[in-house]
T-cell receptor, first 122, second 109 residues
Framework: QVHLLESGGGVVQPGRSLRLSCAAS????????MHWVRQAPGKGLEWVAI????????YYVDSVKGRFTVSRDRSKNTLYLQMNSLRAEDTAVYYC??????WGGGDCLHSWGRGTLVTVSS | EIALTQSPGTLSLSPGERATLSCRAS???????LAWYQQKPGQAPRLLIY???SRATGIPDRFSGSGSGTDFTLTISRLEPEDFAVYYC??????????FGQGTKLEIK
């Protein structure tokens, strides 16, 4: 049973930083590309970033390029999202999710965490 | 970047009826890498359909996906009470960003 658990959310002032974590269990973490997806309050889903199964390839949505960095630690089975220069419009629930199939270069999202809320406000 | 437009925004139906949800892409998805997700309030999304027409593990066969190119459809053949939720399509075949549609809310009439 795949289990993804996000943490690290909270209230942060504009311009500050926050690091989200996603602890994975029940899967061969090193075999799957991993994604971050966010959902602003009352809004739809927005894909944010992907990191390949081996960590060598990363992509971001334009609105976070240069501010957010996705990374992974295979020894800890953990995915990260470093968020710098936060803005009010980054306020959202942040979900981590895994690729549907292993060893791929980008895929749909099969298993999701429950999300962690990030609120950017002064 | 590929944009996805879902219609209708809200669909009001009764249990037992058939639901047809549409997702249109701004460019052809040559690989038909189009997924559908269901999201209920306070929950994470759940994958229903991948590759435009393949059901994910454990998804009831009343859910079906079809389409190709730029036009895709999610059909729920006979609505159960637990099917009333928000549905999103997502493209993931072309280069990132792997965009989502804006969602269709399926509500009880």
């Amino acid at each position: 049973q795949v289990h993804l658990l996000e943490s690290g959310g909270g209230v942060v002032q504009p311009g500050r930083s926050l690091r989200l974590s996603c602890a994975a269990s029940g899967l061969n973490f090193s075999a799957y590309g991993m994604h971050w997806v966010r959902q602003a309050p009352g809004k739809g889903l927005e894909w944010v970033a992907i990191i390949s199964y081996d960590g060598t390839t990363k992509y971001y949505v334009d609105s976070v390029k240069g501010r957010f960095t996705v990374s992974r630690d295979r020894s800890k089975n953990t995915l990260y999202l470093q968020m710098n220069s936060l803005r009010a419009e980054d306020t959202a629930v942040y979900y981590c999710a895994k690729d549907h199939f292993p060893w791929g270069g980008g895929d749909c999202l099969h298993s999701w965490g429950r999300g962690t809320l990030v609120t950017v406000s002064s | 970047e590929i944009a996805l437009t879902q219609s209708p925004g809200t669909l009001s139906l009764s249990p037992g009826e058939r639901a047809t949800l549409s997702c249109r892409a701004s460019q052809s998805l040559t690989t038909n890498y189009l997924a559908w997700y269901q999201q209920k309030p306070g929950q994470a999304p759940r994958l229903l359909i991948y590759g435009a027409s393949s059901r994910a593990t454990g998804i009831p066969d009343r859910f079906s996906g079809s389409g190709s190119g730029t036009d895709f459809t999610l059909t729920i053949s006979r609505l159960e009470p637990e099917d009333f939720a928000v549905y999103y399509c997502q493209q993931y075949g072309n280069s990132p960003p792997y965009t989502f549609g804006q969602g269709t809310k399926l509500e009880i009439k």
